[in-house]
T-cell receptor, first 113, second 115 residues
Framework: EPEVTQTPSHQVTQMGQEVILRCVPISNHLYFYWYRQILGQKVEFLVSFYNNEISEKSEIFDDQFSVERPDGSNFTLKIRSTKLEDSAMYFC???????????FGPGTRLTVL | AQSVAQPEDQVNVAEGNPLTVKCTYSVSGNPYLFWYVQYPNRGLQFLLKYITGDNLVKGSYGFEAEFNKSQTSFHLKKPSALVSDSALYFCAVRDNLDSNYQLIWGAGTKLIIKP
């Protein structure tokens, strides 16, 4: 069964450093998303991506964040100049043409020290 | 504004008993409703969804959910709970008028099944 994969599973970084979280969505899906979940809190939408551009972003997704689909398979989230409060689990998801089912990756746990 | 409420932080059920995890929602248009489960240190696993059609939706691991438009609810149910069902359950909604497909999430309900 096809699945969304994410690497790394855990990323530890120093405050102020840049990190890139990687995702490989399900191959025939067209919509891609990033969500985050701060420990003990609810899942929050960050950004959606379609047709090689951002289709929607939340207020969390400020200039510190960017997304890219550098090739036909990967979907990345870059966080510039990380802050302590960026520590969270980051989930990638993808959905097919009508977006009626989003399938999630296992997440990347980001720890900013 | 779209929102999802899961009124119970935690639900405790004895193994073998039926379980219900509650979810209510608010959207402008028609809702697309989802349940996901999260096991410790794991990602979000899709359980089931309601898009249209029959109000009773069956999903993975024996779970089902009933869409009730008048009560704006989408409660998750299972006739006989297993200890392995213990996990964090999230309800999510998407407004069918939202062309960007983002999901709005409830706060989650911790389900504890005791042997």
């Amino acid at each position: 069964e096809p699945e969304v994969t994410q690497t790394p599973s855990h990323q530890v970084t120093q405050m102020g450093q840049e990190v890139i979280l990687r995702c490989v969505p399900i191959s025939n899906h067209l919509y891609f998303y990033w969500y985050r979940q701060i420990l003990g809190q609810k899942v929050e939408f960050l950004v959606s991506f379609y047709n090689n551009e951002i289709s929607e972003k939340s207020e969390i997704f400020d200039d510190q964040f960017s997304v890219e689909r550098p090739d036909g398979s990967n979907f990345t989230l870059k966080i510039r100049s990380t802050k302590l409060e960026d520590s969270a689990m980051y989930f990638c998801a993808s959905s097919d043409y009508d977006g009626t089912g989003q399938f999630f990756g296992p997440g990347t746990r980001l720890t900013v020290l | 504004a779209q929102s999802v409420a899961q009124p119970e932080d935690q639900v405790n059920v004895a193994e073998g008993n039926p379980l219900t995890v509650k979810c209510t929602y608010s959207v402008s248009g028609n809702p697309y409703l989802f349940w996901y489960v999260q096991y410790p240190n794991r990602g979000l696993q899709f359980l089931l969804k309601y898009i249209t059609g029959d109000n009773l939706v069956k999903g993975s691991y024996g779970f089902e959910a009933e869409f009730n438009k008048s009560q704006t609810s989408f409660h998750l149910k299972k006739p006989s709970a297993l200890v392995s069902d213990s996990a964090l359950y999230f309800c999510a909604v998407r407004d069918n008028l939202d062309s960007n497909y983002q999901l709005i999430w409830g706060a989650g309900t911790k389900l504890i099944i005791k042997p």
